[in-house]
């Protein structure tokens, strides 16, 4: 199954990003992220943090789960590959990231994302699984 | 939350466009365009971002777009909205992420021939110099207390630190400072992240560019604003960095719940905002000035380097080089104004997210130096074809809240961009048109490709044609420094 792929916004990146369940779709947001902040190949995951969120919907968590990730990556150098979802109702979520410490020797950013915006967010229950949506601004 | 409908445009004359109020729209939108550039805007949801900011409380005659319109999240990118202070809201996605990006323009006192011998070389020493790139660091560590300084003072912070001089503030939009900001109020992240990155370029569409007066079009303003044909310019282009994006993205959730308490019904979650006169409101706007402020001093501390650069390598001196700036104009603020709205004179909070400030001759807000002729409007166009030089006019006052274009405005997505510049040498492609480039990523590069924006000139031609501001000068890029 695909995990995410991009569709075109003048300004910025759209990402539509899927799973087979909500957690799946959180992870997956997360990876699509940092797959176009740089190349994952290059990251080791021996970095680990934890993180809590609490949001007013899924909508709103997925924005500010994706929007915390950013922050530990502009403010404090993380860059993160592994996701593990330990908990996600519709006003939380608990996590676990892993992943490295930028170092300029190594890794490159391909592009710098300025936030996870809130505008078209959907996250949506299909046939399949999970469907949802961002706008980063870059 | 968005729907995708077509908006109906009705069409006024030949650069206005009417979106007539519908729905729980409070207003009419009004877009200022051209039919060729309305063309390329039919694949594009901005429309309907312009129909979208009118319905938010407080919004007064209409909501309007220029002709640099494209898709932005929220209200559209050269959105123009201007909300009643005392029963209207503020909005942090009606400013943008990137708060106080704006640009400045110098002159020197070079001409096209002086430089032409050195011009690859000055390429190099700038890239040096100005700190460039994603999520590039500056040379400065400023401790906390020094920050507070910053976003209290703006660009006085940065010539009280030696960076340019007193002059340099009278010509610069509010003198570098916005009132009312109150740096209590900002987060410990947003000042985590602005610490490492004041005095720096940042990426992405920020740039430094070298380039000369090809034409002028008014020789009294230009005479005025100290601009001559074949004088060597400098352009610099930047805002608040990581600072102004975290003040953003906090406020925008902090709204989200204010939303939600006040039961706004809001067409797109980006929208979020409260009323100006509740606590929400007024600490988004202290926390905005705080990023204002600092951006205003990074673009101060940028020229200052870009100053240092021209006087090391052509050894010459400050006195002789005649580096002046001619004017620093913001084109992502909210701003306290008064506006005449139905005959009255009213308080209003002028919201600009990719639009210009364009006051007329006359304006209090218009220095000194340059009340005769209007504000000097400085527009930025793609890194291959030109920049220009405005002037703000009556028109302005009158139509669009003294507002005006920014720049040329995409029409590529930078995906689209990167797919048409596969393979191709831009930089050879550039140089052949006499542009030297320097990127610090070739990603940028090819995502700020010049045909991945509108033609500035059509975007300029529509703004002349229809009063609300007037072509001075066009300029023609010779050396950019990209992040």
């Known amino acids: ?138 | 939350m968005s729907s995708q409908g077509k908006i109906h445009l009705e069409k006024i004359d030949e650069v206005r466009w009417r979106i007539p109020r519908t729905g729980k729209m409070r207003v009419d939108g009004i877009i200022y365009t051209s039919e060729e550039m309305l063309r390329d805007m039919n694949l594009d949801e901005s429309p309907k971002q312009v129909a979208n900011v009118a319905h938010l409380p407080g919004i007064q005659k209409y909501s309007l777009a220029m002709p640099d319109i494209h898709w932005g999240y929220g209200f559209p990118i050269g959105g123009v909205a201007a909300f009643d202070w005392k029963e209207g809201v503020v909005s942090p996605g009606g400013v943008g992420y990137d708060i106080n990006c704006g640009t400045r323009l110098l002159v020197s006192s070079l001409s096209r021939q002086d430089l032409r011998p050195r011009i690859k070389e000055l390429a190099d020493a700038l890239f040096e110099s100005i700190p460039s790139g994603v999520g590039s660091k500056g040379a400065l560590r400023l401790s906390s207390q020094e920050l507070i300084q910053v976003l209290k003072k703006g660009s006085a912070w940065a010539v009280e630190n030696g960076y340019g001089s007193p002059q340099d503030l009278d010509r610069t939009e509010d003198r570098g400072c916005m009132e009312g900001a109150d740096p209590g109020i900002v987060s410990d992240r947003a000042m985590e992240r602005g610490r490492p990155q004041l005095g720096t370029l940042g990426s992405g569409n920020h740039f430094l560019e070298v380039g000369y007066v090809e034409e002028i079009y008014d020789p009294e303003a230009a005479r005025v604003f100290g601009l001559e044909k074949d004088q060597v310019t400098v352009f610099i282009h930047s805002g608040s960095r990581g600072f102004g994006y975290q003040v953003c993205d906090d406020f925008l959730k902090k709204m989200g719940e204010r939303v939600r308490q006040l039961g706004l019904e809001l067409p797109d979650r980006q929208l979020a905002c409260d009323f100006i006169r509740d606590r929400t409101g007024q600490e988004y706007l202290a926390g905005m000035a705080c990023a204002a402020n600092y951006a205003w001093a990074n673009r101060q501390m940028l020229m200052h380097w870009t100053r240092e650069a021209f006087e090391r390598l052509l050894r010459m001196s400050p006195r002789d080089l005649g580096m002046h700036l001619v004017y620093d104009v913001c084109h992502n603020i909210a701003k306290r104004e008064v506006h005449l709205i139905e005959g009255q004179r009213r308080e209003v909070c002028v919201h600009r997210k990719g639009a210009t400030r364009a006051f007329p001759p006359g304006h209090p807000a218009v220095p000194q130096i340059y009340r005769q002729v209007g504000q000097p409007v400085l527009i930025p166009g793609d890194m291959g074809r030109y920049s220009y030089v405005l002037v703000g006019t009556e028109g302005a006052m009158k139509e669009t809240f003294g507002s005006t274009c920014h720049g040329a405005g995409r029409v590529q997505s930078r995906t689209q961009a990167k797919k048409a510049s596969k393979g191709r040498p831009l930089h050879r492609e550039l140089e052949d048109r006499g542009v030297y480039v320097r990127a610090a990523s070739r990603a940028t590069l090819v995502e700020e490709a010049p045909e991945a924006y509108k033609d500035v000139s059509q975007v300029v031609e529509v703004v002349h044609r229809a009063g609300i501001s007037r072509k001075v000068a066009k300029l023609r890029p010779w050396a950019v420094v990209k992040g």
């Open chain 1, 1 to 138: 199954m695909k995990r995410y792929e991009t569709f075109n916004h003048t300004a910025d990146i759209g990402i539509r990003v899927f799973g087979k369940t909500v957690e799946d779709l959180f992870a997956n947001a997360a990876h699509a992220l940092f797959d176009q902040l740089t190349d994952l190949r290059k990251v080791g995951d021996r970095a680990v943090q934890e993180i809590s969120i609490e949001g007013a919907d899924r909508e709103d968590l997925l924005i500010r789960w994706l929007g915390e990730l950013l922050f530990l990556c502009q403010g404090r150098g993380y860059l993160f590959k592994k996701f593990s979802i330990l908990h996600l109702d519709s006003n939380s979520l608990k996590a676990i990231a892993r992943g490295e410490i930028f170092d300029p020797s190594r890794h490159r950013f391909k592009t710098e994302i300025k936030a996870v915006t809130y505008h078209q967010v959907a996250v949506k229950q299909k046939d399949k699984g999970w469907e949802g949506k961002v706008v980063l601004d870059i």
